[in-house]
C-alpha cells in the first residue's frame, strides 16, 4: 500500500493544472471578443472618415475646374482689350457697339458688344454664344429700331468710371464724343455658368489715343 500511495501522483496538482490551462483558454476567448467589438465601434469612425476625404477630393475637383475657368474667361477679356487696341481709335465705337448697321466694313462685319468663349457655357441656354460684352460710355441718342450711338462724357457707370473728362478739355459735358475723345474706358464682361455656379469675370481699362 505504501509502494502504490507513491506511485500514485497527487491529485491536488492536476485539478490546478487543468483550471490554468480551462483559465487560459477564456481569456483568449475574451481577447477575441473585445477585438471584434472595437472594430464594430471602431467601423462608423472609419466611415466617416471615407466619407469626408471623398467630400474634399471632390471639393478640390471642383475649385481646380473653377480656377481653370477663370483662367479661360481672363484669357478671353485679354484677348479682346489687345484686339481693340490694334484697331484705329476712332473706330472703336462703330467697331464694339450693338448696331450691325454702322460697322466700317459693311452691315454684320464687325466683332460687335459681344463675344463667345468656346471653352465655356452661357447663363441663358437660349443665348449659348452671350458669354462676353464690351462695355463702353455709350449713349443712344436715336432709337432702338434706329439706334445712334455716340460717346459720352456724362454716362455714369462705376465701372467705366464715368462721369469724366474723355477730350481733355478739363469740362464734362453732354455731347457726343466720338469724334474728339482721346482717352476711351472699357469693361470686358465675362458670365458663364461653371462648376461652382454662375461666373463673372470684370476686366477694366482705358484705352487712349497718342498722336506720334
Not at 136 to 163: C, F, K, M, Y
Request: proline letters at 8%; charged letters at 20%; glycine letters at 10%.
Amino acid at each position: 500500500m505504501e509502494m502504490l500511495s507513491t506511485l500514485l501522483p497527487p491529485s491536488k496538482p492536476l485539478l490546478k493544472s487543468q483550471r490554468t490551462c480551462h483559465s487560459g483558454h477564456l481569456a483568449r476567448r475574451s481577447q477575441r471578443g473585445l477585438t471584434i467589438i472595437e472594430v464594430v465601434i471602431a467601423m462608423p469612425v472609419v466611415l466617416v472618415a471615407l466619407g469626408m476625404l471623398v467630400q474634399m477630393m471632390s471639393t478640390g475637383g471642383r475649385l481646380r475646374d473653377a480656377g481653370r475657368e477663370d483662367g479661360i474667361a481672363s484669357t478671353a477679356a485679354q484677348t479682346v482689350v489687345e484686339e481693340m487696341r490694334n484697331e484705329n481709335f476712332g473706330s472703336l465705337l462703330a467697331l464694339y457697339n450693338s448696331d450691325p448697321l454702322d460697322d466700317p466694313g459693311g452691315p454684320g462685319t464687325a466683332p460687335g458688344n459681344t463675344f463667345n468663349v468656346a471653352e465655356l457655357a452661357g447663363l441663358d441656354p437660349n443665348l449659348p454664344d452671350l458669354i462676353g460684352e464690351v462695355i463702353l460710355p455709350t449713349w443712344n441718342a436715336g432709337s432702338v429700331v434706329a439706334p445712334s450711338w455716340q460717346i459720352r462724357e456724362d454716362v455714369p457707370n462705376d465701372l467705366l468710371g464715368t462721369p469724366r473728362d474723355l477730350n481733355g478739355d478739363a469740362v464734362i459735358d453732354d455731347l457726343d464724343h466720338s469724334g474728339d475723345c482721346t482717352l476711351l474706358p472699357v469693361v470686358i464682361v465675362v458670365r458663364w455658368r461653371g462648376r461652382l455656379g454662375p461666373r463673372e469675370i470684370r476686366l477694366c481699362t482705358v484705352l487712349a489715343e497718342f498722336y506720334g
